[in-house]
C-alpha cells in the first residue's frame, strides 16, 4: 500500500495560476500545470524551429512559457489554456505540453477560476484601451 500510494503521489499534476507562480507557491522539482491566457503582444517564435515563447496571464501577475513543439490549432494570444512542464532556475516554465480545447467558447474550469478575482480588472483595463 506505502508504495502505490507513494507512486500515486508523485504521478499527481498540482495546478498553478501565475500568481501562485509568482508568489514561489509552485514547487520547481516536479511536473506541474500552470494555466491563464496567453497574453497579447507576448508570443515570439524562434526562427527555423518548433520553440515559441510566450507570457501567460490571470491579469494579476504573468509567467513566462518555454515550450518546443506543435503547438494546438486554436492556439493564439488572448486564448485560456494549460501548460504541463516544469520551472527551470531562471523562473521560465518549460513546457512538455500545451493544451488549448476546440471550442472557442470553452476555458478550462481550473484557468477560469483562478482569472476570477482578477475579472474586474481587466475588464477596467480592457474599457481604458477602448477609450
Same mark, same amino acid.
Given at each position: 500500500?506505502?508504495?502505490?500510494?507513494?507512486?500515486?503521489?508523485?504521478?499527481?499534476?498540482?495546478?498553478?495560476?501565475?500568481?501562485?507562480?509568482?508568489?514561489?507557491?509552485?514547487?520547481?522539482?516536479?511536473?506541474?500545470?500552470?494555466?491563464?491566457?496567453?497574453?497579447?503582444?507576448?508570443?515570439?517564435?524562434?526562427?527555423?524551429?518548433? =520553440? +515559441?515563447?510566450?507570457? @501567460?496571464?490571470?491579469? *494579476?501577475?504573468?509567467?513566462?512559457?518555454?515550450?518546443? &513543439?506543435?503547438?494546438?490549432?486554436?492556439?493564439?494570444?488572448?486564448?485560456?489554456?494549460?501548460?504541463?512542464?516544469?520551472?527551470?532556475?531562471?523562473?521560465?516554465?518549460?513546457?512538455?505540453?500545451?493544451?488549448?480545447?476546440?471550442?472557442?467558447?470553452?476555458?478550462?474550469? =481550473? +484557468?477560469?477560476?483562478? @482569472?476570477?478575482?482578477? *475579472?474586474?480588472?481587466?475588464?477596467?483595463?480592457?474599457? &481604458?484601451?477602448?477609450?
Amino acid at each position: 500500500t506505502a508504495f502505490a500510494l507513494k507512486a500515486f503521489n508523485q504521478n499527481l499534476l498540482y495546478y498553478y495560476s501565475p500568481t501562485q507562480v509568482e508568489a514561489g507557491e509552485a514547487p520547481a522539482a516536479r511536473s506541474i500545470r500552470v494555466g491563464g491566457l496567453v497574453q497579447n503582444g507576448s508570443v515570439q517564435r524562434a526562427p527555423g524551429s518548433l =520553440e +515559441v515563447r510566450f507570457t @501567460l496571464t490571470d491579469f *494579476a501577475h504573468t509567467v513566462g512559457v518555454s515550450y518546443t &513543439g506543435v503547438l494546438p490549432d486554436l492556439f493564439r494570444e488572448g486564448q485560456g489554456i494549460i501548460a504541463r512542464g516544469k520551472l527551470s532556475g531562471e523562473g521560465l516554465f518549460v513546457a512538455e505540453e500545451v493544451l488549448a480545447k476546440h471550442d472557442e467558447n470553452y476555458m478550462p474550469p =481550473e +484557468v477560469k477560476d483562478s @482569472l476570477k478575482p482578477h *475579472a474586474d480588472a481587466a475588464q477596467a483595463m480592457n474599457q &481604458g484601451e477602448g477609450t
